[in-house]
């Protein structure tokens, strides 16, 4: 009964390489979201997806692509890994809600370690 | 843009009352949230507040003030298990997006 899912948990690999993280949400909600925290824990959002479709892309370098087949999915691909790529990756969701007074609480899956060397 | 500020560090013993900032600026402002995360953990919603005063939450309050730029996170009776980090987080204008601050490491000892 996981509401955010991802995996995988840990990723190891060297640079150069192409890895992809997956995402699934349980809870019926129109909005997923990707997010990098570094080391010093600072949490930045990379994407944002609602109803399949891209809502934020921040600067993010274009190696990172964002795929989302479906509402409850939402998928990162990393072309050509670099040592900086090093983080946590943490995939989110909510209820889109626009008018501000409502909690919009996001829920945050389990987060993928990876590790480039 | 949007820019958070909370301390770095904060350290309480058991049973104490601490409370952590957060001063925000930003274009556009729909409401303030805090979230919690246990190291190697995710973030977990603590409490909203879109409006200004205080709302309390069991041994968690989370009070603003939209005219300060201001809020702040005030957590009672500590206990071991609340040493975590604490991050407030901006709600932008439009869609559902977040901008967190650095985060709030909390300590509590014995």
């Known amino acids: 009964d996981t509401a955010v899912s991802q995996t995988p948990k840990y990723l190891v690999t060297q640079m150069g390489n192409d890895k992809s993280i997956k995402c699934e949400q349980n809870?019926?909600?129109?909005?997923m979201y990707w997010y990098k925290q570094d080391s010093k824990k600072f949490l930045k959002i990379m994407f944002s997806?609602?109803?399949?479709?891209?809502?934020i892309n921040e600067t993010v370098p274009n190696r990172f692509s964002p795929k989302s087949p479906d509402k409850a999915h939402l998928n990162l691909h990393i072309n050509s890994l670099e040592l900086g790529d090093s983080a946590v990756y943490f995939c989110?969701?909510?209820?889109?809600?626009?008018?501000?007074?409502?909690?919009?609480?996001?829920?945050f899956g389990p987060g993928t370690r990876l590790t480039v060397l | 843009g949007q820019s958070l500020e909370q301390p770095s560090e904060v350290t309480a013993v058991e049973g104490a009352i601490v409370q952590i900032n957060c001063t925000y600026q930003?274009?556009?402002?729909?409401?303030l949230s805090w979230y919690q995360q246990h190291d190697g953990g995710a973030p977990t919603f603590l409490s909203y507040?879109?409006?200004?005063g205080l709302e309390e939450t069991g041994r968690f309050s989370s009070f603003l003030s939209r005219s300060d730029s201001y809020g702040y996170l005030l957590l009672q009776e500590l206990q071991m298990k609340d040493s975590a980090s604490y991050f407030c987080?901006?709600?932008?204008?439009?869609?559902?997006?977040?901008?967190f601050g650095k985060g709030t490491m909390l300590l509590v000892s014995p």
């Open positions: 987080a901006v709600k932008g204008s439009g869609y559902s997006t977040l901008t």
């Open positions: 809870l019926g909600h129109d909005t």
């Open positions: 989110a969701s909510s209820r889109r809600d626009t008018s501000g007074l409502y909690t919009d609480t996001q829920y």
């Open positions: 507040n879109a409006l200004d």
């Open positions: 930003t274009s556009g402002f729909y409401g």
């Open positions: 997806y609602n109803n399949k479709e891209l809502i």
